[in-house]
């Protein structure tokens, strides 16, 4: 069976056909600047050259009438016709309150995700323009609406209320979601797997530390805590937002900057992050190689990073009254074996975190890089957010 997977965003789309007997990418690509001129297709394909169409792409149907031609081709194609890809599965940023699990995409389903533009509204109306594509496209297809939320959905009330009047979460919905969910399910659940851990009882805190970055404390994959909150500024530090921070800041810079509430959620959230306090980049490899240059803020960037990182490990350890294993994934997690030493050794160490550099000598491989007398685990577990969209969209028809 084969399962294709989307990720719309509001000019661009990721895709993923995937063979679930193998659990195999036949192939994958992606369509940029939809709507804006330039637009352009690559396509890779296993054992194929890469294919590169710039036929213009006005909306999102046409981008995923282009996928499936790309999927189709003789030359570069890996089915015969559609009729062999059993599903679509799509990655959709907020379910709101109401979706606590994937779900086949109905009407009534489609009208809660529009329902919940306002809480994902960079995302959202972007996730259902590419459901409503694929509908359009290739009519009849099971589509899979799989939401970056539903593992925060099941976080205990003393960790998703905030404390405010009550009536906010009452009329609106205000409370911790949490995201990059799918990622925090599968990564915690592999970590369980890799590591051989009890699969009931294993306490593990998950760091995804990408350009987004959150942290997830889980018992038996069950969430109990995670960073993100209403939105995906919360929590640690990341590329471009700042995460964490005290609300009297937006008020205050909104004030003496002569700015409006969503200007300054606009700088928190595009502008901050390492990004905003090293004045370099967004990108950690740029904030590392200038740190080494001595550019002095970078290297207070990076410290603040990880130490977050840790502050939140020694959170969530506390939440799940000790942890059994912690996973590093994402970007930087997988990449960046300095981050995920320090973090560990700098302020972990009281745990009895010991890191084996020998073994942290590696990159996007599933592994074990703690020391065999570290008393808790420490795993390098690579996500697989397409992987885990597809095996739910194969369970759900
Ligand atoms: P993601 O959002 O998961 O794709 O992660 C992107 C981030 O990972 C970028 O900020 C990259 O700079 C970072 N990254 C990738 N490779 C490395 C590396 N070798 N060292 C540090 N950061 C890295």
Redesign the pocket.
């Known amino acids: 069976m084969k399962i294709l997977v989307i990720n719309c965003g509001s000019s661009s789309l990721k895709y993923q056909l995937i063979d679930m007997e193998k659990e195999a990418v036949l192939a994958k690509g992606l369509c940029e600047r939809i709507g804006i001129d330039g637009s352009k297709l690559t396509h890779k394909a296993e054992g194929k050259e890469d294919f590169v169409n710039e036929t213009p792409m006005p909306d999102h149907s046409v981008a995923v009438k282009l996928v499936f031609d790309a999927l189709t081709d003789s030359a570069h194609g890996v089915v015969q016709s559609v009729d062999e890809i059993s599903a679509i599965g799509h990655r959709v940023l907020h379910g709101g309150t109401k979706f606590t699990e994937s779900i086949v995409v109905t009407d009534e389903v489609k009208k809660v995700i529009r329902e919940c533009f306002d809480l994902g509204p960079l995302h959202n109306p972007a996730n259902l323009m590419g459901i409503e594509a694929c509908e359009k496209v290739v009519p009849g297809k099971k589509n899979v609406a799989v939401f970056d939320t539903t593992f925060g959905m099941g976080l205990p009330e003393k960790a998703y209320y905030y404390a405010i009047p009550t009536e906010y979460y009452e009329k609106y919905g205000i409370r911790r979601y949490g995201f990059h969910g799918t990622s925090h399910a599968f990564v915690s659940k592999e970590t369980i797997r890799f590591g051989q851990l009890d699969p009931e009882k294993a306490r593990v805190i998950v760091c995804?530390?990408?350009?987004?970055?959150s942290i997830s404390a889980s018992i038996g994959g069950r969430a109990v805590d995670t960073s993100m909150g209403l939105t995906p500024l919360e929590g640690l530090i990341m590329?471009t937002r700042s995460g964490d921070i005290d609300a009297a800041v937006v008020q205050y810079i909104a004030n003496h900057e002569n700015k409006t509430v969503d200007e300054v959620l606009n700088i928190l959230n595009k502008k901050s992050g390492?990004l905003g306090m090293s004045g370099v980049?967004?990108?950690?490899?740029?904030?590392?190689n200038a740190a080494r240059e001595g550019n002095h803020m970078a290297e207070v960037a990076l410290d603040a990073f990880r130490y977050r990182v840790a502050k939140y490990i020694g959170a969530y350890a506390a939440a799940m009254n000790g942890v059994d294993a912690i996973a590093f994934?994402?970007?930087?997690?997988?990449?960046?074996k300095?981050?995920r030493k320090l973090v560990c050794e700098q302020y972990l160490s009281f745990l009895g975190v010991k890191i084996d550099d020998e073994r942290n000598n590696v990159?996007g491989e599933e592994r074990l890089i703690s020391a065999d007398d570290s008393s808790v685990k420490v795993f390098l577990i690579p996500?697989n957010e397409e992987l885990a969209i597809a095996r739910d969209t194969l369970r759900l028809i």
């Open positions: 995804h530390l990408g350009n987004g970055a590329g390492v980049s967004s990108d950690f490899r740029d904030v590392e994934t994402a970007g930087v997690g997988e990449n960046d300095v981050t990159r996500t």
